[in-house]
């Protein structure tokens, strides 16, 4: 069974530009959710997903931050436009959803790195 | 925001060697789960434990938490190199839905 699906795996852009990565979860999983990693830190989620609904997007900077599941399957988190603070690691999860607390399953992540 | 603290910040060992880490948290749990990180690349799961146990074994990996005292520990038994990675404990909040909170890791390096 295939994996979380992300791409790029690195971005390198100037400040100002906008920037979008892409995300497909394991099949069947309900629950998505992206993250932001910094360096030296742990994964702080930015949005999680029940199918198409954004359930808790209360940490994504909506000034500048957007993400959709249109289908309720694969997602997409744009930055626009992109500041120099914005570097990080950007990880996206899924999991079978309906649970509390359930165990979530990574993809590789997008090194997004701004200039 | 992070959730947990995680303690020691880095951790270097020999093969062979036992690793612990721990782990500590603010609020009331449903579960505690570690995950491992690889440098570059995403997490991987490794253990849960609800919050009613207060201990748990897969392989190598022994997991405690105590509730009371809102800390959890890793123990790695029998390091090899290849266990070398960062260690995230991440709890799931009473009332919280899916949502798990992770904390600042351990750097654990095992070497020769």
């Known amino acids: 069974e295939a994996g979380v699906v992300q791409s790029p795996r690195y971005k390198i852009i100037e400040k100002k530009q906008p920037v979008a990565f892409w995300c497909n979860p394991i099949?069947?999983?309900?629950?998505l959710y992206w993250y932001l990693q910094n360096l030296g830190q742990g994964p702080e989620l930015l949005i999680r997903?029940?199918?198409?609904?954004?359930?808790?997007d209360s940490q994504l900077p909506k000034d500048r931050f957007s993400a959709e599941r249109l289908k309720g399957v694969d997602s997409t988190l744009k930055i626009q436009p992109a500041e120099l603070g914005d570097s990080a690691v950007y990880l996206c999860?899924?999991?079978?959803?309906?649970?509390?607390?359930?165990?979530?399953?990574f993809g590789p992540g997008t090194r997004l790195l701004v200039l | 925001s992070q959730q947990g603290e995680e303690d020691p910040q880095a951790l270097s060992i020999q093969e062979g060697e036992n690793a612990t880490m721990n782990c500590s948290y603010k609020t009331s749990i449903n579960n505690l789960q570690w995950y491992r990180q690889n440098s570059g690349r995403g997490l991987v799961h490794l253990i849960l434990i609800r919050s009613n146990e207060r201990e748990k074994h897969s392989g190598r990996l022994r997991v405690t938490l105590d509730t009371s005292k809102k800390s959890s520990s890793l123990l790695i038994t029998a390091s090899r190199a290849a266990d070398t990675a960062s260690y995230f404990c991440?709890?799931?909040?009473?009332?919280?839905?899916?949502?798990?909170?992770f904390g600042t890791g351990t750097q654990l390096k095992v070497e020769l």
């Open positions: 997903y029940e199918n198409e609904e954004a359930v808790d």
């Open positions: 099949s069947g999983h309900n629950t």
């Open positions: 999860a899924s999991s079978l959803g309906g649970g509390r607390g359930e165990t979530q399953y």
């Open positions: 991440a709890t799931a909040s009473t009332g919280g839905g899916n949502k798990l909170t």
